[in-house]
């Protein structure tokens, strides 16, 4: 009887299982992916970013997106940005942890997003493999920090080239509090850095607004940096350069600003560097106030500065 019964049970099991199965699997591939399209660049257009969608497809490795363009939807008319272009980004949940996985692939490379699906606060992200020639680094750096765009009278310009090896960035903020009590680590190596031009808005002397700065060809090199995260306080220990023309460092710390902006984020540094004869010359003005820079105390063949501020509006000090 009793073993009749166990029978009876588990085919109700069974059933039941085999039937909830078919039908979230009949819903991932009949779900209306287009109407989700439309959604989601309606909702990206209330925040200001113009989306673009090639398709929205169901895959093994979850729900994909491909031909993904962003830019943002309104700025200053003398400001163009263009677009950050992805290949593709897919989600889907982790098989052994109650986070949601994000696939990116963008520049050759491919970056991952783990999120914590019933903690929103707490991400890390693995990247390996980017390909810095291929990214529009204006409409990134808006994305990041819009305020840079909205605020200053200088528009950052920047294009590189080289290859992200590796990176890895993790942090988790306690429930029900800001950024500034956040807790983590990252790590970094770009190979062959080089910055072929760019514009930058820094703060010079005895001004109150940031400058447009153009930047000639910089050669890094390899960099390599890693830093850790310890309620909002960024603790910088290794960011170093090395090229035929170029070697730095810079160590010090960031205090992440309460509000989340990344710009008003304020910062200590200290730079040390060593730049040949043939790069200050490139530098025009900004070679002449390199070489202005105090010796550093360690090497007399290196040059030191102390920067403090909100990362927006940097004063040597």
Same mark, same amino acid.
């Given at each position: ?67 993904? *363009?962003? #830019? ?24 052994? #942890? ?108 005895? #001004? ?26 960024? *603790? ?82």
């Amino acid at each position: 009887m009793l073993k009749k019964y166990s029978q009876t049970v588990f085919k109700l099991i069974g059933y039941l299982s085999f039937t909830t199965c078919a039908f979230l699997i009949s819903l991932f591939f009949v779900f209306p992916y287009p109407i989700l399209s439309e959604y989601l660049v309606a909702k990206a257009k209330q925040a200001n970013i113009l989306l673009s969608i090639h398709s929205i497809q169901p895959s093994l490795s979850g729900i994909k997106a491909n031909g993904i *363009q962003i #830019s943002p939807a309104s700025l200053k008319p003398e400001i163009e940005l263009g677009k950050l272009h992805m290949d593709s980004l897919s989600l889907r949940p982790s098989l052994f #942890s109650s986070k949601l996985i994000t696939n990116i692939k963008i520049a050759k490379g491919n970056i991952q997003l783990a999120t914590g699906i019933f903690n929103a606060k707490e991400m890390s992200i693995d990247a390996k493999g980017i390909d810095l020639s291929q990214i529009n680094f204006s409409a990134l750096l808006w994305m990041l920090s819009p305020e840079i765009y909205n605020s200053g009278t200088a528009t950052p310009q920047l294009d590189m080239e080289g290859v992200l090896t590796h990176a890895h960035i993790s942090f988790s903020i306690p429930k029900n509090q800001k950024a500034s009590e956040a807790h983590g680590q990252w790590n970094m190596e770009l190979n062959e850095w080089v910055l072929k031009q760019g514009t930058l808005a820094l703060l010079l002397p005895n #001004s109150k607004e940031p400058t447009p700065v153009d930047l000639p060809r910089i050669v890094f090199g390899n960099l390599k940096t890693s830093a850790s995260i310890k309620k909002g306080h960024i *603790q910088l220990s290794q960011l170093k350069t090395q090229s035929h023309e170029l070697e730095s460092e810079v160590l010090g710390n960031i205090h992440l600003d309460k509000n989340k902006k990344l710009a008003d984020s304020q910062s200590n540094f200290t730079l040390r560097l060593q730049a040949q004869p043939e790069l200050l010359e490139r530098l025009g003005i900004l070679g002449s106030a390199v070489s202005l820079l105090p010796v550093d105390p360690q090497n007399p063949q290196w040059r030191s500065a102390q920067f403090q501020g909100p990362l927006s509006r940097l004063e040597m000090k």
